[in-house]
């Protein structure tokens, strides 16, 4: 199996700074795609930034120029640097680790992790 792992979350004012890690564990031969995903109260989850192994990475709208999405291919982890915090990015962040290979042979599979909470106060 795989676990991923988030931290980095908390209670952040407006404009403020947040950086998001999560790290993959178990047996891993490959992961293409590494992201995060948030959802807040009463909305969909919500793709915020993705990053493939090659280093191609992806943002919403709604986070470019804000945010950046990094990752270190040797460890199996990706970051989430959050800056100029709106309320409106309050949710719970969750990493998604995608077309996950864990030996040759095997199917892709993609992973989540637990979430991690996020909220901005005004």
């Known amino acids: 199996q795989v676990q991923l792992v988030e931290s980095g979350g908390g209670l952040v004012q407006a404009g403020g700074s947040l950086r998001l890690s999560c790290a993959a564990s178990g047996r891993i031969f490959s992961i293409n795609t590494m992201g995060w995903y948030r959802q807040a109260p009463g909305k969909q989850r919500e793709l915020v930034a993705a990053i493939t192994s090659g280093g191609t990475s992806n943002y919403a709208d709604s986070v470019k120029g804000r945010f950046t999405i990094s990752r270190d291919n040797a460890k199996n982890m990706v970051y989430l640097e959050m800056n100029g915090l709106k309320p409106e990015d309050t949710a719970v962040y969750y990493c998604?680790?995608?077309?996950?290979?864990?030996?040759?042979?095997?199917?892709?599979?993609?992973?989540w992790g637990q979430g991690t909470q996020v909220t901005v106060s005004s």
């Open positions: 998604n680790a995608g077309r996950v290979l864990q030996r040759p042979g095997l199917s892709y599979r993609d992973y």
